[in-house]
């Protein structure tokens, strides 16, 4: 739960809005949150809600916001009800508990109410509403400043020693004054814990424990801190802009007593100050800015090298090293970057090798700037490294993004910290061992306590600003319940939050642990043990997939829909399908349109009267691939290149209800067309749209009687010709055969227990392009035209430098392993040469707006 805001929200659509109520209890930094609302529908909807409870992390992002959805019809004229329960740990965030909510009805509601109640048992420093927020960017406005009144209208604050109540009900008139459409906004609460004990505050229900470990007023220990920043072409424009501003602000925040350097690299690396780090002096301060402006980007992509350059300043030759060590600072590398390694050592198992041997016990966090950086890498970099990774947002407030971070990481107090619970009284601890502690943060561990055990025995070991120091300390076990506490409020559910604190950091901690294993039997283990205890616990994670359980017809009046998670496998597979009733279809048409299995690689296919097996797409957002080209998923191309019998990958983020044209064979009249739909975003790239396919329409039309047109969705094959046909889908994949040397395959992706990633969708395969022309446009003709030897890129080369050069033309590319598919039937690794999504645009030759030929 930590390192983000998380804001909840319930929208609808087609109705009136009666009531909305917002009920969040908080025991201990643990809330419980339950929205109800009730609804008049005015006209038969399809509307999105959640009726679920879990700790949400797990839940997908669009940039700050956690979803689940699920789509049910309402018909007209009726009364609905709609709840939503979640839970979540609140993170301690610049020495204060931060509570987002969020309130987005898209309508004024007649009855609004919101009521937050708070108890910690060691005390309530403070708490405060704060105005509402309508913009997910940050400011430079800083929470926690200023007095009371600017809580919202319609707000009320209650506080006493341990026990806090907000209330907020603003009325119709509150609401219109603030926007017509109603709240778009989140409410925000902060307040803080008064923690008087060194050891921090433990709690234990029902044979589990927690441990918050928040020690207030330690000195600060120096640091040694080396900014590392990529410059790689890549970074020209806003982004280098933006780094740029953010240095200047972090540079002036050094304290004088720490140390630091600059490293920048892009296929060359460059370090600011050779072989050393400098004090944070006045002069040495001013001289970095200097140099941070005079940055220039340009060039590839060397990220081990500017890793090992990094790592020579924090963890020197143990020669030049005792001055270093007696010192006792604390050594940090902060490593920004927009891209994925393109030059030097590009392999990311050989880069984590060599940046664990180098770096020692140095703290490593990964800064990945947009969703083209290698996002992955860095978090295994990270892990490996005693740090985290973090995303940033290219939007317009990336500098204090980066600035925000910092701030974060600024103030060591504590290193190698080991938590320990003496005399076996505790088990199954979660990570109690941590490599730093910072100011305005906190460590939390969780475990299992023996039965019978009324003392329970901590103890902290540290190194801080002069040495290293062991304190113990007994806490006294009172396994009472919270709602035995005196404060009002709804604290329903709140008894058993220790111990779900324990499941999702047990779970947490086996994720990051098969994140990092490379022996797939040790995969399979953790995935395992991570798998039931989501299962156990009701928690949606990424081993498991959240399921709407129906009734039955004549147990829907009474039974309401439940949600729950099931297993996600590792490999999903389609149903077996049987072939579609062929129904009256004109003769021309039945020729038209055939149902076959796919086409072996490199051949054109006949079709044959079988059952369809196929292996649904993963979750990656690599497609497939057959004779010629596809267009798969979110749509990433991949391009057979005929002279270097290679595969050339690359992908065009498309806009949900776009209508993009993928192939226009003038001289035959065949026309095809794709209409995408959103799809959920993946963890740590919410801001990169995701679309499918999910209405595909083929034509051919020479102006005589056997014009065809056929339109295939997730629900139907239409056939409009000679009459009109619909075919129902109950297989996996559907030939048009349009001419003599044209054919088309589109694929039916369905999954039986589809992860959040994973949707229905449509994927279009060229099994036989011989009889199109070279005359071919759309976002396929460049396929089309190389595989025809007349395209631009038929003499294409690649040299071993990653350039590739098509006529006049050349543009950098990298060699990825990547999911292709030279069946539908069996997926597996493979090479591509991946396109620079900035590059893109001029490989196609047009823009993307040219290719949108209707948005719906």
Partial sequence: TRGGRRRRALCCRGGGFKYAHMVCSVVSRYAITTVQITIFLFYRIQCFYITTSCICLFAYLSREIEKFRVAVSVPSGARMSFSLSYEELLPLDSAAMS?????????????????????????????????????????????????????????????????????????????????SKGLNADFIIQYDVDLRDLMGEVQVYDGYFVHYFAPRGLPVVPKDVIFVIDVSG??????????????????????????????????????????????????????????????????WTNINAALLSAAQLVNPPSSVSTNHLSSRRVPLVIFLTDGEATIGVTAG???????????????LFGLAFGDDADFLLLKRLSLDNRGVARMVYEDADAALQLKGFFDEVASPLLSDIQLSYLDDQAFDITHALFPNYFQGSELVVAGRVKPGVNDFKVSMSATDLKQRVKLENDVLITNGSAESLDCSGGLKGISSFVRRLWAYFTIKELLLAKLNATDPATQRLLAEKATNLSLKYNFVTPVTSLVVVKPDVDEAAQTPTTIKPTPTPSNNESKTASPPPVGKIPTSLLNALKTAPPPAPGKVSTPQPKTLKTTTPSTTKTTTMLTLTTVDGDPHFVVQLPKLHQNLCFTVDGRANDVLRLLEEPERGIIVDGHLMRAPSKHGVEDRPRTYFDRLTISSVTGGSGDIMITLSLDAVVVEGEGRDTLPINQQ?????????????????????????QMAHLGFYITDGRGLSASTQGLLGIAVKDYLGGGAMHNEAISSAGILRWGSEKMRVTLQDKTLKDTVRKRHMGKCWVVPKAEVERLLGHPYESYVVDHV
Wanted: aromatic fraction near 6%.
């Fill in 99 to 179: 509570l987002f909510l969020g309130l987005r009805p898209g309508q004024p509601v007649q009855n609004l109410t919101l009521d937050v109640s708070v108890t910690e048992r060691t005390g309530i420093s403070f708490i405060k509403a704060f105005p509402l927020k309508t913009s997910r960017l940050l400011s430079n406005t800083a929470q926690g400043s200023g007095p009371q009144p600017y809580a919202p209208a319609s707000t009320h604050v209650e506080h006493s020693a341990g026990c806090a109540r907000v209330r907020y009900s603003p009325t119709l008139q509150q609401q219109n004054n603030i926007s």
């Fill in 234 to 299: 890549s970074m020209i424009g806003i982004k280098i802009k933006q780094t740029k501003q953010a240095m200047g602000t972090i540079l002036g925040d050094l304290r004088e007593a720490d140390h630091f350097n600059i490293i920048t690299f892009s296929d060359k690396v460059h370090t600011w100050k050779k072989g050393r780090t400098v004090r944070a002096t006045r002069q040495n301060v001013q001289d970095a800015k200097d140099f941070v402006k005079r940055i220039i980007a340009e060039g």
């Fill in 349 to 363: 198992d050989t880069i984590l090798s060599n940046a664990k041997k180098a770096l020692g016990s140095s703290s």
């Fill in 733 to 757: 994949g559907s030939v048009a055969s349009l001419n003599t040397g044209v054919r088309f395959l589109v694929m039916f992706h369905h999954y039986e227990h589809p992860s959040y990633l």
